[in-house]
């Protein structure tokens, strides 16, 4: 079985959104950088559905060069080989995004090592534009379910569940297709030191595509207002206990 | 015309829908074109009274068998045969899985730009936007061009829903859908309830998280006990799934649940973003760390400098005490 995913370098903010002067883009300056929760589940289901049925998975990303990191993250976890599309330092918008990545897949049909599975994250969690893998699926007339929470894949057919209200509802669906998935799917394992140090060494294979105009034009990003909560110290250890309990009364937890 | 994407259960109308006619109402007004509705599935034709309310003028309905089970192809292909038949500059979804699902398929198969999570629309050429990222910590204001009608979601729970000030009678119209096999290759089977209770959680008027600084799974033991005292239950950090303490179903948060509780107890628990935007809409939020300059000591109503494992502890004591 051939397994892909595709995942994306953003930053990992903190406790606060800080935004670049001109108002574009999120500041990243004193940020790190990895891949969303549901990306991480994506890489984990991708390496153990290869321990199980055998085969190779490949991690492919859009971004700049610096992406390297992430892709070399999943290696470390398992994958077996990277694909880096260049996308320069711009960020790019979802229909680009999608023609790009399903012109890597189409590249490895073309190579004769076409992949059985396409895994996704539900969304990018910085632009949040909840289509890239759809688009990915209708360019290359794939099936695809979304926001999958379990997943098995044998002879040659995926079966997916998700949550739709309080019920789990399924899907089942012939290879090759597109799943994208949700933080919940597995649990990742966290990157052993002799992965990290074999993900170093790998070849990380080097792509260009087009970037198109799409219609939508960023003019500012700009923070929400605050909720507004100004914060009441009740006290420190235990000496706030009493007062704790008065909150607890006061929010009609407790009963009086 | 402006086409609304309209989910209902079984003949109710889903409340973000309520959200999304309202939104696309306004736009329609502001537009000065009709407002029309398109509605999927057996039982669609009881909800034509409901949207009438909102100013819905006409129902487009796809009601065929082919369609009793959720098929976002099938549904991508029943918006575009509406718009095919009676031009529209916009179509507007409710932001669920649902409505992002069959809107970017929409997009995805006529080539369109669909821009995800509105909060606010404003027609003209080109319409100007505003739409949230970052899971609703950022807003971005956006114009956006496009060949044909412009598709957009509309984030849960930024619009508060508003019927029309005078109802409209709303005139019924079959969609003219065709559909193959490929249409209907990825639809629901098989619906599941799960084993688990995953209600407790969202529904809580209480609930107490637990984050990296509850130590270790034994630890929330004693979150636990005092979930049991205020007849809560326990919530976590994505620190905590991640260290494999707790199910991720238990996570509040950006990928985890949203909860709306009127107290939360946030324990051990730094204040990230990303865990923020799953409690923001709790009533009063409450803060136990031992460190007084963690971002959740400046977010709360209320915080507590000091060990959660001396406070709750203290704490569970004094209740038992007054309850007893
Ligand atoms: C795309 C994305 C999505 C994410 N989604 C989520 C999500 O859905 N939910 C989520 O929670 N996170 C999410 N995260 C992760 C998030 O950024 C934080 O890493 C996470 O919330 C931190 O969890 P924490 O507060 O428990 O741990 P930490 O940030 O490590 O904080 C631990 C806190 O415990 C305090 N502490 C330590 N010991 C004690 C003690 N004995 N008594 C009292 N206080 C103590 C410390 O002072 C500290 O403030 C996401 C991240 C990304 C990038």
Redesign the interface.
Known sequence: MRVMVCIKRVPLVGGKVVLSPDGKEVDTKFLGFGISPHEECAVEEAVRLVERNGGSSTVVTLGPQSAVEQLQFAMSLGIDEAILIDSGDEEWGPMSTAAALASAVSEKVAEGAAPDLLLLGNEAPDSGDYQVGIRVATALGWPCVTGVKELDVSDGTAVARREHGSEMEMFSVSLPAVVTVKEGLNLPRYPSLPGRLRAKGKKIDQMKAERMAEGLTTLQLRLPAEDGRETELLGTGVDAVPRLIEVLRETGVLAR | MILCIVEHDNGRLEDQSAEALTMARGMAGAAGVPLHAVIFGPGGDAVAAAIGEYGVSVLHLADSDALAS?A?VAWARGVIAVVEAAPAEAVVAS?T??G??V???V???AG??????CIDVQPGD?YRLSR????????????????GPRLF?VAPGSVVPAKADSAVTVETQPVPLSLSDADL??????????EHD??SLVDS??VVGGGRGVGSAEGFAVLDELAGL?G?AVGVS?AV??L?WRP??D?IG???VRIAP??YIACGI?????HMVGC?SA????AINSDAD??????????????LH??LP??VD??RR?TA
């Open positions: 959720y976002p932001g899985d649902r992002n699902e809107m970017a398929t997009g995805a198969l369109l730009p669909m821009v995800a999570n080109p949230l990222r970052w899971a609703g910590s950022v807003v971005e204001d956006a114009e956006l061009d496009s060949d979601s290759a990825v639809r629901v089977l098989e619906h599941m309830v799960p995953g209600a008027r209480v205020l809560g994505r799934t991640s494999g991720h179903r996570q950006q990928t985890g009127d107290l730094s204040g990230a973003i990303q923001k009533r009063r939020i409450l963690a971002p959740i000591m400046s977010k709360a109503d209320y915080a507590v400098a000091g060990d001396v406070v203290a704490l004094e209740l007054i």
